[in-house]
Nanobody, 126 residues
Framework: QVQLVESGGGLVQAGDSLRLSCAASGRTFGHRVMGWFRQAPGKEREFVAAMDRSGGSTYYADSVKGRFTISRHNAENWMYLRMDSLTAEDTAVYYC???????????????????WGQGTQVTVSS
């Protein structure tokens, strides 16, 4: 079992930056692909970024590539999403997620992630 708790969301202006954090419980964090997803009102949940178990490989949605950076600290069970040059289109609830089972490859599909946090709201005013 993995429990995830996001933090760091808030209300910012266009062009600002935010860093989201995801705290994970359990001993398998370092064995799992981790991802960030987001869901805007009236839209489906969409992939934002993912990182392999070691943190050596990262994957991004085209809409955030070059602006967002995913990272993880396996020794302390933390994952982060640094978001720069935010726009109103980035407004959404952001979720961190852990892939199941362990030792799998990164995925952009929400259905491949079994564990989810409660989400943190990011609102960007234009």
């Amino acid at each position: 079992q993995v429990q995830l708790v996001e933090s760091g969301g808030g209300l910012v202006q266009a062009g600002d930056s935010l860093r989201l954090s995801c705290a994970a419980s359990g001993r398998t964090f370092g064995h799992r692909v981790m991802g960030w997803f987001r869901q805007a009102p009236g839209k489906e949940r969409e992939f934002v970024a993912a990182m392999d178990r070691s943190g050596g490989s990262t994957y991004y949605a085209d809409s955030v590539k070059g602006r967002f950076t995913i990272s993880r600290h396996n020794a302390e069970n933390w994952m982060y999403l640094r978001m720069d040059s935010l726009t109103a289109e980035d407004t959404a609830v952001y979720y961190c997620a852990a892939r199941q089972p362990v030792f799998m490859a990164p995925s952009r599909s929400p259905s491949d992630y079994a564990y989810w946090g409660q989400g943190t709201q990011v609102t960007v005013s234009s």
